[in-house]
């Protein structure tokens, strides 16, 4: 009987509803999961670390979009920014502004990008909250 009202529930959904139910499936998991972060966090994975303090770290992306490109992340995992609370607002603007820091570090001087991915539509693969910083070359807009 379950089982006929599944195949008679999933016979009415659109494919639309149904990719967005296994997206939720999905993130459910991502957001319970240690990622990759927590193991350069604890140092069991090696990342070419740019800046730290007690809040932070700044490391170059391993599949770096352009000819700069670094993330920050909390220590403190936040899994995406939808999740990032009010009692939040002191890390988050620290971050914005070692994101600064790093920009100045790295001779960022024509500009930059600063880019939060947030969920599948965001096209976020990593749930640890990290800002993306891109510099070095034109950046086009709209991105893809
Ligand atoms: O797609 P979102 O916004 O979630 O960004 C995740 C970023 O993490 C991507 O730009 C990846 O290239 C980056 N990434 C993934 C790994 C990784 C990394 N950056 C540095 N070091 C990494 N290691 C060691 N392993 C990864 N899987």
Redesign the pocket.
């Known amino acids: 009987m379950v089982s006929f009202i599944l195949v008679i529930s999933r016979g009415f959904a659109d494919g639309d509803s149904e990719t967005k139910c296994a997206q939720n499936v999905n993130i459910i998991e991502a957001k319970n999961s240690p990622t990759?972060?927590d193991?350069?966090l604890d140092g069991s994975?090696?990342?070419?670390i740019v800046y730290e303090d007690p809040e932070c770290l700044a490391?170059?992306?391993?599949?770096?979009?352009a000819p700069k490109?670094l993330?920050v992340i909390p220590r403190r995992r936040i899994t995406m920014l939808e999740d990032a609370q009010n009692t939040d607002q002191e890390l988050l603007g620290h971050l914005m502004l070692v994101v600064k820091k790093v920009a100045e570090q790295e001779d960022l001087t024509d500009g930059y990008r600063v880019?939060?991915?947030n969920g599948p539509d965001?096209?976020?693969?990593?749930?640890h909250l990290?800002i993306?910083l891109l510099g070095g070359r034109q950046l086009n807009w709209p991105p893809g």
């Open positions: 990759i972060f193991r350069i994975i090696k990342a070419d490391f170059r992306d391993v599949d770096p979009q490109h993330l880019v939060i991915n965001g096209g976020q693969s990593v749930y990290h993306h």
